[in-house]
């Protein structure tokens, strides 16, 4: 079955996790329930005719030849629709070309394109956090030229961080970056692992580069970000004079392979400073966190498409006889238990993203603390979980598909692959779950605290309706709550050995909350909310069992004890 845009699922969902207060901001007073509805259903037509470019890309991966990245047929022109529509630049600043809409509704149509192409999307996807990161660090002058043509999708954007010798530990960058005397500088090094280093359909690639100047401190207070497009603009901005950077060689790699992933080397490429001198991960971290939710959302992108087609396979498959007659394998018990756990948990993570793109369209509006730290709160979650969803979801659909599953003819095992990396890239979920209980808790828990006041205080309102499922989420809450403080008191190291766990843990609770919520708002959704309270939620109690734990029961197992 081909995928089929959910837009009832992205109105519903919307609403029940608040979006109507962005709509009811003066900035976003344009994004009302009509036009939204309007917007997404535009870009829901594009993603369906993108979704041939999907198996396109995996069966003819991204190739260097002489030097130059040739893309994967259609990738071209499946890029054009989506710069010609406008989809690039959806919550830009109107000053350089952008819409302007809120980052709920981009969050939306990114899920959609997720799921048509993940290869592809992941194109528009870096753009996107380049445009923000120039919007908020840039010169005026580097704004005026690189933001309107990233916008009008003419120009791409990339992120150099990785390095050999620096992956998770950013702060480890040794690029080079030194000053030229006019204002710009010489970048010298090798980056690896750079998604969409080149391609053969835009007019220019905008690296945003993480470099290190002579008097730079060790770590991370000393890296600088810098702009170094691969065709240096001439004085009317259009592409001038190739710059001295080069694709060396693409990455063979599990999935994704419409995306090419390049090692890029930089021979005193000219760049340009973006921000302060020194202050380089700051503004970077303006493009990884609108790159992290748009990753989680890959997650969820991926699962909604394995989910569609593991039940459109499971209603075909007849095998043996079922309970209930029909001999198609959907109306076998285990069948059934996993076509609900997909769908549940597709609701539940793109629950949490939109609440977090919510929340960070509620902080710009706004300008309020409080949503920010909600929004910076709920991205490790909606990253880690939506890509954990994403990877078990595709896992699932491959077993529903049973051989099949494993046969690349039906796409299931493609899903599999190429969502992998999501847990990987944008920093590792590890890396995610590290973030949310030391730096997201350094307000002692405080925006954690009012989130589950909110969860609490939902599932009184339920009560009389739905008494069972209200009372459980409930308890949970209140288990997070003591969970949390817990954690606070622990040493960081503790922290961390259970922060994987904490982290879903947290995102369960949040799952039951929405669940609970679509179940008050539509009894239809009763059935598929009491799975995911029943069947599914109660792994908070064996995840915070872990957090209690700390690190000495790990480090117990010492290396050598691993060995033996
Ligand atoms: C297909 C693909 C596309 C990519 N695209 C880009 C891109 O466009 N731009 C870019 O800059 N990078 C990109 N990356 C790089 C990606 O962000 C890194 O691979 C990722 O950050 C992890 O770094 P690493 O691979 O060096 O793993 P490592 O850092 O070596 O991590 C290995 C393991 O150790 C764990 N670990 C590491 N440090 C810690 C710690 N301090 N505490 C606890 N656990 C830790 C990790 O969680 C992981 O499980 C891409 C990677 C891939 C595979």
Redesign the pocket.
Known sequence: MPYRAPLSEFTFLLDVVGFAEVAATDRFAEASPDTVAAILSEAGKLCETLTPLNRAGDKHPARLENGVVRTSPGFAEGYRAIATGGWVGMSASPEFGGMGLPISVTTCVNDMMGSACLALQ?NPL?TQGQIEALEHHASDALKSMYIPKLVSGEWCG?????E?Q?????GAVRTKAEALGDGTYAITGQ???????DNDFSGNVCHLV?ARLPDGPEGTKGISLFMVPKMIPDADGNPGARNTLHVVSL?H?LG?HG?P?AVMQYDAAQGWLIGEPHKGMAAMFTMMNNARLGVGMQGVAVAEAAFQQALSYAMDRKQGRTPLGSGAIIDHADVRRMLAEMKAEVFSARAIGLACAVAIDMARATGSAEWQARAALLTPIAKAYGTDTGCEVAHLGVQVHGGMGFIEETGAAQFSRDVR?TA????????QA?DLVARKMMDHGEAAYRLFDEVQAAAEMARGKHPDLAGAVWISAEAMREATEGLIAMPLQDR?AGAAPYLRAFARVLGGHFHLKSALADPGRLALAEFATKRLLPEYASLLAQVREGAAGLYALTPEALSA
């Open positions: 992941l870096m990339t992120m150099n961080l990785t050999s620096a992956g998770s530990d950013v980056k690896i692992f750079i998604s969409w280093g993480l990455e790699k994704l995306s992933t990396v990987i890239y944008e920093g590792t979920n590890g890396i590290m961390f």
